[in-house]
């Protein structure tokens, strides 16, 4: 049995993961794209979060992932605005060993 129990939040903000663009803005029933990248070594799964407020949620993820991923987010529909974070991480057995999960600076969405 796998069970993840370490996410690291202190200083791994902003640490080998980028995001591009920064921001967005799109109309409702329009399509946005950004990129997530990272650069660690046997990291293999990219997760996404979506801010709004004080809350974090997450929205999804992709095991078995390069150090490139690609973020479509079609038909847009009201209040999906937010701020959108990719993060590294390492899926395993082992993921217990305390891997570290590593944030990029985030991408905001608002819809016009």
């Known amino acids: 049995v796998c069970v993840r129990v370490c996410v690291c939040v202190r200083a791994c903000v902003r640490q080998h993961v980028t995001q591009n663009p920064t921001d967005l803005i799109e109309a409702v029933g329009h399509t946005v794209r950004f990129e997530c990248l990272h650069n660690i070594e046997g990291y293999n799964q ?3 979060y979506r801010q709004r407020g004080l809350s974090m949620q997450l929205i ?3 095991s078995e992932a390069g ?3 690609k973020i479509i987010i079609s038909e847009l529909h009201p ?3 937010g701020v959108y974070y990719c993060a590294a991480s390492y899926h395993g057995c082992e993921a217990y060993m305390g891997y570290e999960v590593f944030f990029g600076a985030g991408t905001r969405l608002t819809d016009s």
Do not use: A
Request: glycine residues 8%; hydrophobic residues 40%.
């Open 46 to 48: 990219i997760l996404l």
């Open 60 to 62: 999804g993820y992709i």
């Open 67 to 69: 150090k490139t991923c």
């Open 79 to 81: 209040n999906i605005s």
